[in-house]
Protein backbone atom coordinates (compact mmCIF):
# COMPACT_ATOMS: atom_id res chain seq x y z
CA UNK A 1 0.00 0.00 0.00
CA UNK A 2 1.34 3.42 -0.87
CA UNK A 3 1.62 6.16 2.25
CA UNK A 4 -0.79 8.94 2.48
CA UNK A 5 0.38 11.62 1.57
CA UNK A 6 0.23 14.89 3.53
CA UNK A 7 -1.41 17.86 2.52
CA UNK A 8 1.48 20.45 1.81
CA UNK A 9 0.71 24.04 3.09
CA UNK A 10 -0.10 26.81 1.28
CA UNK A 11 2.98 28.74 0.40
CA UNK A 12 3.15 32.27 2.01
CA UNK A 13 2.53 35.01 -0.21
CA UNK A 14 5.39 37.83 0.21
CA UNK A 15 4.24 40.90 2.00
CA UNK A 16 3.96 44.00 -0.31
CA UNK A 17 3.34 47.62 0.95
CA UNK A 18 -0.30 48.11 0.61
CA UNK A 19 -1.78 50.00 -2.02
CA UNK A 20 -3.23 52.52 -0.17
CA UNK A 21 -0.30 53.84 1.75
CA UNK A 22 0.17 56.97 -0.26
CA UNK A 23 -3.46 57.63 1.10
CA UNK A 24 -2.51 57.27 4.50
CA UNK A 25 0.93 58.88 5.07
CA UNK A 26 -0.20 62.41 4.46
CA UNK A 27 -3.30 61.56 7.09
CA UNK A 28 -0.91 60.52 9.77
CA UNK A 29 1.51 62.98 9.05
CA UNK A 30 -1.47 65.52 9.49
CA UNK A 31 -2.73 64.08 12.73
CA UNK A 32 0.96 64.00 13.90
CA UNK A 33 1.15 67.58 13.39
CA UNK A 34 -1.46 68.59 15.04
CA UNK A 35 -2.04 66.61 17.71
CA UNK A 36 1.01 64.25 18.29
CA UNK A 37 3.17 66.76 18.23
CA UNK A 38 1.94 69.43 20.15
CA UNK A 39 0.77 67.41 23.06
CA UNK A 40 4.46 65.98 23.24
CA UNK A 41 5.75 69.45 23.08
CA UNK A 42 3.33 70.83 26.11
CA UNK A 43 4.39 68.01 28.49
CA UNK A 44 8.06 68.53 27.34
CA UNK A 45 7.20 72.41 28.53
CA UNK A 46 5.62 71.17 31.36
CA UNK A 47 8.35 70.13 32.81
CA UNK A 48 10.30 73.23 32.58
CA UNK A 49 10.66 76.65 34.43
CA UNK A 50 9.63 78.73 31.03
CA UNK A 51 8.57 82.31 31.25
CA UNK A 52 8.47 84.54 28.38
CA UNK A 53 12.20 86.82 28.14
CA UNK A 54 13.65 84.35 30.75
CA UNK A 55 16.05 81.25 30.01
CA UNK A 56 14.12 77.70 29.92
CA UNK A 57 15.20 75.71 32.53
CA UNK A 58 14.43 71.85 33.26
CA UNK A 59 12.38 71.20 36.64
CA UNK A 60 11.20 68.02 36.22
CA UNK A 61 8.13 67.22 38.22
CA UNK A 62 8.46 70.35 39.97
CA UNK A 63 5.31 72.22 38.75
CA UNK A 64 3.35 69.22 38.96
CA UNK A 65 4.33 68.90 42.14
CA UNK A 66 3.56 72.83 42.99
CA UNK A 67 -0.20 72.23 41.73
CA UNK A 68 -1.82 70.60 45.24
CA UNK A 69 -0.18 73.45 46.56
CA UNK A 70 -1.61 76.27 45.11
CA UNK A 71 -4.54 77.55 46.38
CA UNK A 72 -6.14 79.15 43.20
CA UNK A 73 -5.67 75.70 41.86
CA UNK A 74 -7.60 74.03 44.49
CA UNK A 75 -10.42 76.30 44.31
CA UNK A 76 -10.54 76.31 40.11
CA UNK A 77 -10.93 72.54 40.48
CA UNK A 78 -13.86 72.66 42.96
CA UNK A 79 -15.28 75.73 40.75
CA UNK A 80 -14.66 73.65 37.90
CA UNK A 81 -16.81 70.22 39.52
CA UNK A 82 -19.43 72.77 40.63
CA UNK A 83 -20.11 74.12 37.37
CA UNK A 84 -19.78 71.11 35.40
CA UNK A 85 -22.57 69.00 37.45
CA UNK A 86 -25.13 71.99 37.46
CA UNK A 87 -23.99 72.43 33.84
CA UNK A 88 -24.81 68.34 33.40
CA UNK A 89 -27.56 67.76 35.86
CA UNK A 90 -30.04 70.84 34.97
CA UNK A 91 -30.23 70.97 31.07
CA UNK A 92 -30.66 67.06 31.15
CA UNK A 93 -33.67 67.62 33.45
CA UNK A 94 -35.35 70.27 31.28
CA UNK A 95 -34.30 68.79 28.01
CA UNK A 96 -35.85 65.36 29.07
CA UNK A 97 -39.41 67.18 29.91
CA UNK A 98 -39.50 69.25 27.24
CA UNK A 99 -38.47 66.22 25.00
CA UNK A 100 -41.89 64.37 26.49
CA UNK A 101 -43.68 67.52 25.56
CA UNK A 102 -42.68 68.15 22.01
CA UNK A 103 -43.38 64.38 21.55
CA UNK A 104 -47.10 65.10 22.32
CA UNK A 105 -48.84 66.09 18.93
CA UNK A 106 -50.51 69.75 19.63
CA UNK A 107 -50.66 72.74 16.73
CA UNK A 108 -47.82 74.26 16.13
CA UNK A 109 -45.47 71.43 17.36
CA UNK A 110 -43.38 71.98 14.36
CA UNK A 111 -43.01 75.69 14.72
CA UNK A 112 -42.64 75.65 18.87
CA UNK A 113 -39.70 73.12 18.12
CA UNK A 114 -37.80 75.50 16.32
CA UNK A 115 -38.69 78.43 18.22
CA UNK A 116 -37.10 76.21 21.32
CA UNK A 117 -34.00 75.15 19.64
CA UNK A 118 -32.43 78.58 18.84
CA UNK A 119 -30.70 79.31 21.47
CA UNK A 120 -28.30 76.69 20.58
CA UNK A 121 -27.71 78.04 17.13
CA UNK A 122 -26.39 81.38 18.72
CA UNK A 123 -22.76 81.81 19.44
CA UNK A 124 -21.47 81.23 22.60
CA UNK A 125 -20.24 85.26 23.24
CA UNK A 126 -23.16 86.52 21.62
CA UNK A 127 -25.01 84.67 24.11
CA UNK A 128 -22.79 86.01 26.75
CA UNK A 129 -22.91 89.65 25.48
CA UNK A 130 -27.10 89.75 25.95
CA UNK A 131 -26.96 87.80 29.17
CA UNK A 132 -24.53 90.40 30.35
CA UNK A 133 -27.19 93.20 30.09
CA UNK A 134 -29.49 90.90 31.72
CA UNK A 135 -27.62 90.42 34.93
CA UNK A 136 -26.93 94.30 35.17
CA UNK A 137 -28.00 94.85 38.76
CA UNK A 138 -29.50 98.09 38.06
CA UNK A 139 -30.41 98.06 33.93
CA UNK A 140 -30.82 94.59 33.75
CA UNK A 141 -34.39 93.01 33.25
CA UNK A 142 -34.17 90.26 35.33
CA UNK A 143 -34.07 92.03 38.53
CA UNK A 144 -36.76 94.57 36.68
CA UNK A 145 -38.90 90.79 36.50
CA UNK A 146 -38.16 90.00 39.99
CA UNK A 147 -39.24 93.68 40.88
CA UNK A 148 -42.88 93.02 39.12
CA UNK A 149 -43.23 89.63 42.01
CA UNK A 150 -42.15 92.15 44.74
CA UNK A 151 -38.81 90.60 45.26
CA UNK A 152 -35.69 91.83 45.73
CA UNK A 153 -32.94 92.75 43.63
CA UNK A 154 -29.68 90.08 42.83
CA UNK A 155 -26.51 90.61 42.38
CA UNK A 156 -26.17 88.17 40.11
CA UNK A 157 -22.70 87.30 38.38
CA UNK A 158 -21.28 90.70 40.52
CA UNK A 159 -21.74 88.53 43.44
CA UNK A 160 -19.11 85.50 44.63
CA UNK A 161 -22.30 83.68 46.31
CA UNK A 162 -24.17 83.65 42.95
CA UNK A 163 -21.93 84.21 40.01
CA UNK A 164 -21.87 80.21 39.01
CA UNK A 165 -25.08 79.50 39.67
CA UNK A 166 -25.86 83.09 36.99
CA UNK A 167 -23.40 81.25 34.35
CA UNK A 168 -25.15 78.22 34.87
CA UNK A 169 -28.34 79.32 34.59
CA UNK A 170 -26.76 80.84 30.89
CA UNK A 171 -25.15 77.40 30.21
CA UNK A 172 -28.92 75.76 30.86
CA UNK A 173 -30.75 78.13 28.69
CA UNK A 174 -28.55 77.33 25.83
CA UNK A 175 -27.68 73.57 25.98
CA UNK A 176 -31.02 72.36 26.81
CA UNK A 177 -32.04 72.62 23.04
CA UNK A 178 -29.37 69.93 22.47
CA UNK A 179 -30.48 67.30 25.38
CA UNK A 180 -34.36 68.06 23.83
CA UNK A 181 -32.78 66.78 20.45
CA UNK A 182 -31.57 63.55 21.46
CA UNK A 183 -34.05 62.59 24.05
CA UNK A 184 -36.46 63.68 21.14
CA UNK A 185 -34.82 60.66 19.38
CA UNK A 186 -34.82 58.55 21.62
CA UNK A 187 -38.76 58.97 22.07
CA UNK A 188 -39.27 58.88 18.56
CA UNK A 189 -38.00 55.26 18.10
CA UNK A 190 -39.89 53.85 20.89
CA UNK A 191 -42.80 51.06 19.71
CA UNK A 192 -46.40 51.75 20.65
CA UNK A 193 -47.22 48.14 21.61
CA UNK A 194 -45.78 48.84 25.29
CA UNK A 195 -48.01 51.95 25.63
CA UNK A 196 -51.43 50.41 24.31
CA UNK A 197 -50.56 47.22 26.43
CA UNK A 198 -49.99 49.94 29.77
CA UNK A 199 -53.89 51.46 28.82
CA UNK A 200 -54.95 48.50 28.98
CA UNK A 201 -54.03 47.18 31.86
CA UNK A 202 -55.11 50.60 33.39
CA UNK A 203 -51.26 52.38 33.55
CA UNK A 204 -52.04 56.39 34.00
CA UNK A 205 -49.63 59.08 32.79
CA UNK A 206 -47.05 58.66 35.48
CA UNK A 207 -46.91 55.12 35.41
CA UNK A 208 -45.93 54.44 31.80
CA UNK A 209 -43.77 57.40 31.78
CA UNK A 210 -41.82 55.46 34.86
CA UNK A 211 -42.42 52.30 33.81
CA UNK A 212 -41.85 52.75 30.31
CA UNK A 213 -41.04 55.37 28.56
CA UNK A 214 -37.66 56.37 31.12
CA UNK A 215 -35.81 53.18 30.90
CA UNK A 216 -36.32 53.10 27.24
CA UNK A 217 -34.80 56.61 26.89
CA UNK A 218 -32.25 56.04 29.74
CA UNK A 219 -29.38 55.33 26.85
CA UNK A 220 -30.12 58.36 25.10
CA UNK A 221 -30.02 60.46 28.27
CA UNK A 222 -26.71 59.16 28.96
CA UNK A 223 -25.31 60.05 25.25
CA UNK A 224 -26.79 63.84 26.15
CA UNK A 225 -25.05 63.46 29.59
CA UNK A 226 -21.64 62.90 28.36
CA UNK A 227 -21.75 65.47 25.73
CA UNK A 228 -22.90 67.62 28.07
CA UNK A 229 -20.26 67.10 30.51
CA UNK A 230 -17.41 66.96 28.15
CA UNK A 231 -18.55 70.13 26.85
CA UNK A 232 -19.19 72.01 30.38
CA UNK A 233 -15.90 70.78 31.67
CA UNK A 234 -13.44 72.83 29.00
CA UNK A 235 -16.26 75.54 29.17
CA UNK A 236 -14.38 78.86 28.86
CA UNK A 237 -16.09 81.53 26.33
CA UNK A 238 -19.34 82.06 28.20
CA UNK A 239 -17.14 82.31 31.57
CA UNK A 240 -14.77 84.79 30.25
CA UNK A 241 -17.10 86.86 28.41
CA UNK A 242 -19.47 87.48 31.32
CA UNK A 243 -17.19 87.33 34.35
CA UNK A 244 -13.33 86.55 33.37
CA UNK A 245 -13.54 84.43 36.40
CA UNK A 246 -14.48 87.30 38.44
CA UNK A 247 -15.63 88.56 41.04
CA UNK A 248 -12.17 88.14 42.37
CA UNK A 249 -11.70 84.55 41.23
CA UNK A 250 -15.33 83.23 42.27
CA UNK A 251 -15.84 81.98 39.03
CA UNK A 252 -12.57 80.74 37.86
CA UNK A 253 -12.43 77.06 36.12
CA UNK A 254 -9.45 75.90 35.21
CA UNK A 255 -9.36 76.40 32.06
CA UNK A 256 -9.68 80.49 32.57
CA UNK A 257 -7.02 79.95 35.24
CA UNK A 258 -4.72 77.76 32.27
CA UNK A 259 -5.42 81.18 30.34
CA UNK A 260 -4.67 83.33 33.45
CA UNK A 261 -1.29 81.38 34.20
CA UNK A 262 0.01 81.21 30.26
CA UNK A 263 -1.12 84.44 28.80
CA UNK A 264 -1.31 86.70 31.70
CA UNK A 265 1.46 85.45 33.39
CA UNK A 266 3.08 83.88 30.74
CA UNK A 267 4.48 81.42 33.08
CA UNK A 268 4.41 78.89 29.73
CA UNK A 269 5.92 75.80 32.21
CA UNK A 270 3.33 75.81 34.72
CA UNK A 271 0.67 76.79 32.50
CA UNK A 272 1.24 73.88 30.33
CA UNK A 273 1.75 71.33 33.81
CA UNK A 274 -2.13 72.45 33.89
CA UNK A 275 -3.44 72.11 30.71
CA UNK A 276 -1.51 68.56 31.27
CA UNK A 277 -3.65 67.33 34.25
CA UNK A 278 -6.78 69.41 32.47
CA UNK A 279 -6.34 67.10 29.72
CA UNK A 280 -5.88 63.95 32.24
CA UNK A 281 -8.87 64.67 34.45
CA UNK A 282 -10.87 65.37 30.59
CA UNK A 283 -10.12 61.35 30.01
CA UNK A 284 -10.84 59.96 32.81
CA UNK A 285 -14.09 61.85 33.15
CA UNK A 286 -14.38 60.20 29.92
CA UNK A 287 -13.63 56.84 30.36
CA UNK A 288 -15.92 56.75 33.72
CA UNK A 289 -19.04 57.52 31.19
CA UNK A 290 -17.81 55.02 28.80
CA UNK A 291 -17.43 52.58 31.12
CA UNK A 292 -20.82 53.20 33.61
CA UNK A 293 -22.50 52.90 29.98
CA UNK A 294 -20.45 49.29 29.31
CA UNK A 295 -21.79 48.37 32.49
CA UNK A 296 -25.36 48.76 31.78
CA UNK A 297 -24.99 46.65 28.79
CA UNK A 298 -27.66 48.61 26.78
CA UNK A 299 -28.71 46.54 23.56
CA UNK A 300 -28.92 48.63 19.89
CA UNK A 301 -32.83 49.31 20.35
CA UNK A 302 -32.58 51.60 23.28
CA UNK A 303 -33.77 49.30 26.27
CA UNK A 304 -32.14 47.98 28.81
CA UNK A 305 -30.80 44.75 28.93
Known amino acids: MSEPQTATPPPRKAWRVPS ?19 WLFTIWM ?47 IFGTFAAVIFHQKFPFRGFLRG ?6 MATPVAVALVWTMMFHPQLGVLNYILSLFGLPAELWVFHPGSVIPSLVMVETWQWTPLVMLIVLGGLSAIPSEPYESARIDGANAWQMFRYITLPLITPFIFVASMIRMIDAVKSFDIIFA ?50 MRQRLHWNQTGGAA
Open 242 to 291: ITQGGPGSASETINLYLYSVAFVYYDIGYGSAIAVVFFVLIVVLAAIMLY
Open 20 to 38: YWPFVIPALIVVAGIIVFP
Open 46 to 92: SMHEWKVGAPTTFVGLANYIRLPSDPRFVEAVGHTITYTLLSVILPV
Open 115 to 120: LFIMPM
